[in-house]
């Protein structure tokens, strides 16, 4: 690369242009840490550990160093211009020991204890190594089945998933938070009835669940019919459902609790490349990448805000110049495969064999907002094809050209592309559209495929400051147009959209829609639109409002089957007041009352003899068992005691439980209580009794509203009620800042600090 003093020039530019959040991000995730904790390189020295790194890979196809010298230099460029940026684990991982560098792996499970177990292992070392795994349990016997082995019987998929997800509870990536696990069932399975209920009767919080629907069982809906269920032991018909009420069952689950996400099986292998290494039977954990059991993808995204050329007949895309970032992407993607330390002999030899690649997009609704189109049109629509597919034109191309250097991939005999008259590529496939949450932070722009979240937004720091934070490129319009001012943005921070405000001139508002304040049809439509042009899958979440009604969900869902698209993920929003990232109206606060002086209220001590009751709740981390006891004066004491799957740590739920219990004691109102405890949020949030349960501090909130209402009826009442709003915020909290998460194809990212549930 250049020399000391030319990078260290160019090195200061790049990290004094980067957002502050960029920066806060990368120095909390990704830049290398000493001892301490702290960094001990800067985003430019990471973008030259990581350039460097992998252009040492074109030294295994007779590149000389001075070649070398000039890829990396490259590269650096591509990643430092923002035009384009690989996964996470690539910015992490490569030029250091672990060199890990793909965010997503498929692993296979038999109907055997010792493949369950063994995936279990591999799954700790994938999880271990920063991967995401996603797994089709499809091949295990149905519970109740004969196990001639042992003369007993199965106890089917649901109850082994539980296995994988208290593994991937124990096992934390990097040290720094756990994996993320994709769970597939056949709809034709015996136990699919189970499975799709699953996430809201049981603990599977490390867990996205999608039903794998086939073209039989659709047809089947279409008819009104009953369509047959095989036991995969040995291919028996093992039953029949009636097709419509599975999938209204599958409609409700996902509209109560986002989950399960529906994938069109047949649709993924028809699309299937290498078809005679085997079938597609799962996707990652987000759901954008099939992939062959013991196969792994490395991903990528181009930065489309990028590519706007402001002209004098008015702004247009810059297709020459997204042409040789594709090509140059390409080049760095294939090379990633190379250096590439896989966790796993099986899926290294796949993973080199099938040569998978996955270029994606990010900065679509900035694109299209510079470009003066409003995400929810038709000209938007087309714009999305038309883009995506020069995308895979040009990634096509790219392949090919390495192909002429470097080889076809291994398995390219037997392939879709082993024809006469078919094309001869490097890479299997070339193109998916993934979920980007921290990426985009890095870049500052929208992430993936997605509309903007917000247009500005309330994020409450310490001591209740509220910091009012705009989308830039709507700040900057403002400005030019002349109806910025401070007091509009707090308006719009309020709201989070600007639809309705005629502060905002007409043709601003068109442009700036936020995720909910676009139909969920163009959600799908959009998705539609890249899904057409794109090799694997599309990550896109469609957004619902919280009133929404399941037959809203089921239209989403016909549609996308019509469209072609290959997969759903549906989220079923809300607001919280005084949530950290406020994009609803925040309550305000009355007048305090006057403090009471130290010393002035003393607990009362507790009694010998205390009568009460135990209430076992579902929560994100398992079954909570709240004790609540009350003497003669009243409630006075709560004990919580989690179920056998773990969860939060034992010391903050002792610590919740005593302080609760001396408030009582003290004479503080449990209703006062109840509203501090409700509401309170963690990243996996349950349903239970047809309710949401928050946190495990909601639980508690929701055990004493049960238990003043048993000692008011002297009927116990299980079923979770709504407190106030407590309800309405669906979004969850994120674990490290507090900042409210968004939700994106399964995942949770938070764009405050760059937590993200999923690699």
């Given at each position: ?7 260290t020039?160019?090195?200061?530019v ?44 074109d ?8 070649t070398?010298?000039?890829?990396a ?5 591509l ?7 690989p996964?996470?684990p ?5 030029g250091r ?7 997503c792996?498929v ?10 177990f063994g995936?279990v ?5 994938i ?12 091949r ?6 004969a196990?001639?082995?042992t003369?007993g019987?199965?106890?089917g998929?649901?109850s ?11 096992v934390?990536?990097?040290?720094t938070r756990?994996?993320a ?6 709809v034709?399975h015996p136990?699919i ?23 039989k069982?659709?047809?089947a ?7 047959e269920l ?17 999938y ?9 609790t ?8 047949d ?18 954990p ?5 992939l062959?059991?013991y196969?792994?993808?490395n991903?990528?995204?181009v ?12 702004p247009?895309?810059?297709?020459d ?5 594709v ?15 896989y966790?796993?002999p ?8 099938n040569?998978?690649?996955g ?7 900035d694109m ?9 049109s ?10 995506m597919?020069?995308i895979?034109?040009e ?5 090919a ?5 470097r080889?076809t ?22 193109t998916?559209?993934a979920p ?5 932070i ?13 247009v500005s ?9 509220r910091?009012?934070e705009a989308n830039?490129?709507?700040e ?26 005629d502060e905002?001139?007409?043709?601003v508002?068109r ?9 969920p049809?163009?959600h799908v ?15 896109k ?26 997969g759903?993920t ?11 990232l406020?994009?609803g109206k925040?309550?305000r ?7 009471a ?9 507790r ?10 709740i579902?929560?994100?981390?398992g ?23 773990g ?6 739920s002792e ?7 001396m408030?009582?004691?003290a ?18 949030p ?16 929701i055990a ?5 209402e ?5 009927e116990?009442?299980f079923g979770?009620t709504k407190?106030?709003?407590a ?6 909290q ?5 900042g ?5 194809s ?14």
């Open positions: 690369m250049a020399d000391a003093n030319e990078r020039t160019y090195s200061r790049v990290d004094e242009t980067l957002s502050p959040n960029s920066l806060k991000v990368l120095q909390k995730r990704y830049l290398r840490k000493g001892d301490d904790g702290q960094p001990v390189e800067r985003p430019s020295d990471m973008f030259i550990r990581v350039a460097e790194n992998i252009a040492s890979a030294a295994r196809y007779g590149a000389d160093e001075t070398v010298t000039e890829t230099e490259d590269f650096y460029d990643m430092t211009s923002l035009d384009f940026l996964n996470s690539t910015l992490m991982n490569a020991e672990l060199q890990q560098l793909s965010a792996f692993l296979p499970v038999a109907d055997s204890m010792e493949s369950i995936a292992r591999d799954t700790a070392l999880h271990k190594s920063g991967g995401g795994t996603g797994f089709s349990f499809s295990l016997r149905p519970a109740g089945d196990v001639r082995s003369q019987v199965s106890s998929p649901v082994f998933m539980r296995v994988f997800n208290q593994a991937t509870e124990a934390k990536q990097g040290g756990r994996g696990n994709m769970g597939v069932l056949r034709d136990d009835l189970s499975f799709i209920k699953c996430k809201a009767e049981g603990d599977f919080s490390n867990f996205n669940i999608s039903v794998a629907l086939t073209e069982f659709m047809e809906v279409r008819n009104g019919t009953s369509y095989i036991n995969p032991r040995d291919g028996s018909v093992a039953g029949s459902l009636d097709a419509r009420e599975v209204e069952l599958i409609v409700e689950m996902a509209w109560a986002g989950d399960p996400g529906i994938i069109f099986i649709r993924m292998n028809r699309d299937n490349p290498t078809p005679q290494l085997g079938e597609i039977e799962s996707t990652n987000c759901g954008e990448q099939p062959l059991p196969e792994a993808c991903l990528g995204s930065n489309l805000s990028r590519f706007v050329l402001q002209r004098e007949d008015g247009a895309v810059d297709w110049r997204l042409a040789d970032v090509h140059r992407s390409v080049h760095f993607l294939d090379d990633v495969i190379d250096m590439n330390e966790p796993l099986n899926i290294a030899e796949l993973a080199r064999g040569r998978k690649i270029l994606g997009v990010m900065g679509w609704a299209l907002i510079k470009l003066g189109i409003a995400y929810d038709e000209e938007a629509v087309s714009l999305g094809e038309k883009v597919g020069f895979e034109a990634a096509r191309a790219a392949s050209r390495l192909a002429e250097e080889g991939f291994p398995n390219f005999a037997g392939s879709i592309y082993d024809t006469p008259e078919g094309v001869r590529l490097r890479n299997a496939t070339v998916t559209v980007t949450g921290t990426l985009s890095i870049a500052n722009v929208s992430s993936g495929i997605e509309p903007l979240f917000a937004y309330v994020r409450t720091v310490m001591d209740n400051d910091l009012i830039p490129l709507f900057d319009l403002a400005v030019k147009r002349g109806f910025y001012s401070r007091e509009l943005m707090s308006l719009i921070a309020e709201h989070g959209s600007v639809q309705g405000m905002v001139p007409e043709d508002r442009m700036f829609v936020t995720a909910h304040d676009i139909s049809l163009w439509r959009m998705q539609a639109a890249f899904q057409k042009y794109t090799d694997n899958a599309v990550s979440t469609v957004n619902f409002a919280h009133d929404t009604t399941p037959e809203d969900v089921r239209e989403v869902y016909d549609l996308a089957y019509e469209l072609g698209v290959k759903v549906i989220y079923r929003d809300g607001s919280k007041e005084n949530q950290v406020s994009t925040t309550a606060a009355g007048e305090a009352p006057s403090p002086k130290p010393g002035e209220i003393e607990p009362r001590p009694p010998s003899v205390t009568i009460g009751r135990t209430e076992k579902q929560t994100g981390c079954n909570l068992y709240v004790t609540i006891n009350s003497d003669e004066y009243g409630l006075c004491e709560v004990f919580t005691q989690m179920g056998k799957s969860g939060c740590a034992s010391s903050q610590a919740l439980s005593r302080m609760v219990s408030s009582l004691r004479g503080v109102d449990p209703d006062a209580i109840i509203k501090q405890l409700r509401g309170i949020r963690c990243p996996s349950a349903w239970a009794q047809g309710g949401k349960v928050l946190s495990c501090a909601d639980a508690v909130g004493l509203e049960h238990y003043l048993w000692m008011k009826t002297g116990a009442s979770v407190h106030g709003d309800l309405d915020n669906l979004s969850g994120c674990p490290e800042c507090g409210a998460v968004e939700h994106e399964g995942c949770m990212v938070c764009r405050a600090c760059g937590y993200s549930k999923c690699a």
